[in-house]
């Protein structure tokens, strides 16, 4: 029997990630030095581990609100109002999600018709475009460059806008290129928003870990707030990738509508898991800036040794992510990779796992230990040297 043919048109066409694809390969090797998948080295801090084996000890063992417990909602909103600077209400504008990647999927569900367009900057992360696709949306890539170390700007957005584009999906600090915008970029992007009469998805989720200049969130700036789902989490600052929190910020109206998508897919976020975020926000603090302060050491160094090697790197402002050139090797980005797999035991993402625009480079992650990319770099360093030859 062909069971294929029951699968969804729009799921048979739906590309595998081009990161899980591409470390299937590297499963299956030894003695790799992965600078690939985007997770912390960290382990989650002792303190949130041990709130998470106190809850459970105390039987917190039950469904939650299908908005999240009202005290993470609680402590949310006075985390985003000191760091983000925009006040939100606890009780209905605030949902607790799956991690971050549900809170981008219940909002794509709850506001996309299909054939409505959304516009997002590319490289991007890789279930940007895939999300919209199942939700019978049509994805408007928009490109941004290392001259501009990989910013996003109001020209480029005007210069890929199409009739019919409802949505804006942001990403700053960028997966993978780690690039971001400073204040006067992001105004010139708001008022373009407006001209458009967009909604934007502002996916925040790297922004505990910008190391050049201050993270505004567009969500802060006049005239945003009620324009802007605000997107953010724990995987990434507090070392939490595991325990799958996160959560999104909004006008009641659209949390609301975001609520119907999550109560009949995932009802709640794991009440374990909310009980960790609670100690998390507020007291995780020091551990967070400790983290930040390892990877911003790690960065100055991976970015200066490719450099050095000659694999042309920007200084990513934010994230653990460095995304250098390959052009002097003369080989595509995919071919660079596995070349480099195979012959010295390191993997970097393909640039093109990230979209189109990614052709021509890799994505590092230096969210690994600093004698790990010191070994890491000197491999790299050996292969390129080898091409030359």
């Known amino acids: 029997m062909d069971t294929k043919r029951f699968i969804a048109r729009h799921v048979v066409d739906l590309p595998k990630s081009g990161i899980r694809d591409f470390f299937e390969i590297v499963a299956k090797m030894k003695d790799v030095i992965s600078l690939g998948i985007g ?3 960290f382990d989650t801090p002792w303190h949130i581990r041990e709130a998470a084996i106190y809850a459970l000890e105390k039987g917190k063992t039950h469904y939650t609100s299908n908005l999240g417990l009202i005290e993470l909602r609680r402590a949310i909103t006075k985390y985003v109002e000191k760091v983000f600077k925009i006040s939100y209400r606890p009780e209905d504008e605030v949902i607790v999600t ?14 996309v018709n299909p054939g409505d367009k959304v516009m997002f900057h590319q490289p991007c992360y890789v279930s940007y475009h895939p999300s919209v696709t199942l939700t019978h949306g049509i994805g408007v890539p928009v490109p941004t460059y290392a001259k501009d170390n990989f910013a996003l700007t109001a020209e480029a957005l005007a210069a890929a806008w199409q009739p019919g584009c409802k949505l804006l999906v942001l990403n700053l600090p960028c997966n993978p290129t780690g690039g971001t915008c400073n204040r006067a970029q992001l105004e010139a992007i708001a008022k373009f928003v407006v001209e458009k009469d967009l909604l934007v998805l502002s996916d925040e989720i790297y922004s505990e870990l910008t190391f050049e200049g201050e993270h505004v969130s567009l969500a802060s700036l006049p005239g945003m707030r009620e324009r802007t789902i605000f997107l953010h989490g724990f995987s990434k600052a507090f070392a939490m990738t595991g325990w799958r929190i996160g959560y999104a910020c909004g006008p009641a109206d659209l949390i609301e509508a975001m609520m119907k998508v999550h109560q009949y897919s995932m009802m709640c976020a794991s009440i374990i898991s909310q009980e960790a975020a609670i100690e998390a926000l507020l007291r995780g603090e020091d551990g967070m800036k400790a983290m930040r302060e390892q990877y911003h050491r ?46 010295e035991r390191v993997a970097v993402v393909p640039g093109t796992a990230f979209g189109a625009n990614g052709a021509g480079f890799v994505r590092a992650c230096f969210a690994t230990s600093y004698e790990q990319l010191i070994e890491a770099t000197d491999r790299m360093d050996r292969y390129v040297s080898g091409l030359r030859r």
């Open 39 to 41: 997770e912390p080295d």
């Open 298 to 343: 790690r960065r100055d160094f991976i970015v200066r040794r490719l450099n050095e090697i000659g694999l042309k790197c920007h200084l990513p402002r934010g994230s653990f992510y460095a995304f250098p050139s390959v052009a002097v090797s003369g080989m595509s980005e995919k071919d660079f990779a596995l070349g480099l797999l195979q012959a």
């Open 98 to 111: 799956v991690g971050v990647s549900e809170a981008l999927d219940i909002a794509f569900r709850a506001l």
